[in-house]
């Protein structure tokens, strides 16, 4: 029995993962697929696959690209989720702001530097004009760290998925003051270079698993039941997310890859543009 380690944030985007290996069917193949949560998100994931921690991560498109970018010995080797992730901008119940402008020069609650809410955090003041220099940082690590830094006053704001921080708007710990969308596919797979040289056709495996899973979630009855109690999420907020969220069975296209990359060294968070070959994993069965 072939281990491989993989790691993923503790959220609905993965169930598909465990379905697939509580059903047995890594093990099938012979391999035995360990699946490690990580809720301090992409920034640690990214570490985890440069220090060879993890040998697989389903992880942020921008952050796996960033990280590459800055040395990481990784590749993606396949996009995971289509559709755009939807970043909830989130304010602290007692806070005074009140709309996504007053933000500006304020302090963003982030998981670490690197990361998702890290990113989009400049994602989000390029889209509101504010300029590179209008953000400053509190690292949290994980979504209780920023309960707790809105709570207390240490933090501004704090972006992180829509439905995962949900049950802390409806719990009147949090306030929404809005969304901003990834402008790209938000999920891939990546791999770190020590497992990729050596193991092409265990990773076959693995993608021909998960891809039969995910083009088949959506049609598994009561799946929306089943999501809504696994993460404690209310039932429409399931099904409006489930409508708005697309698997891929696919790899990440060019046009992705160039977009983020231009996004990236745009907002100054890389230094240089990679090629697509340095960013993608190209075998012979996954092209």
């Not at 640690?44 to 590459?68: C, F, H, P, W, Y």
């Not at 050596?198 to 009561?222: M, Q, Y």
Request: aromatic share 10%.
């Amino acid at each position: 029995m072939k281990k491989v380690k993989i790691t993923g944030v503790p959220e609905h985007f993965n169930f598909p993962w465990h379905l697939a290996i509580e059903e047995g069917a890594f093990r099938q193949r012979g391999i035995d697929l360990q699946w490690m949560d990580i809720p301090e998100g992409t920034g640690r994931m990214s570490r985890m696959l440069q220090e060879g921690e993890s040998d697989l991560a389903v992880i942020l498109t921008e952050g796996i690209i960033k990280s590459i970018t800055e040395g990481s010995a990784a590749k993606i080797v396949q996009e995971y989720i289509a559709s755009p992730l939807l970043w909830g901008i989130h304010v602290g119940a007692g806070s005074s702001y009140q709309k996504v402008p007053e933000l500006r020069n304020t302090r963003a609650a982030i998981s670490r530097h690197g990361s998702g809410s890290h990113l989009m955090a400049y994602v989000l003041a390029r889209e509101e004009g504010w300029g590179h220099d209008a953000v400053a940082f509190e690292v949290v690590h994980s979504l209780e760290g920023a309960i707790a830094a809105l709570t207390e006053g240490t933090a501004d704001y704090f972006m992180w998925e829509h439905f995962t921080t949900k049950p802390w708007v409806d719990h009147g710990i949090f306030r929404r003051l809005g969304d901003c969308p990834t402008p790209w596919p938000c999920f891939v797979i990546a791999a770190n270079a020590a497992f990729l040289a050596a193991n092409d056709g265990t990773l076959s495996h693995i993608l021909e698993v998960i891809n039969l899973f995910t083009g088949e979630f959506r049609e598994i009855p009561s799946i929306d039941r089943a999501l809504a109690n696994r993460y404690e999420q209310k039932l429409e907020d399931i099904r409006e997310w489930l409508s708005m969220t697309r698997w891929s069975q696919s790899q990440i296209t060019p046009q992705t890859i160039d977009n983020v990359i231009n996004t990236l060294y745009y907002l100054k968070l890389v230094d240089k543009k990679l090629t697509l070959p340095e960013l993608v994993y190209n075998s012979n069965i996954h092209p």
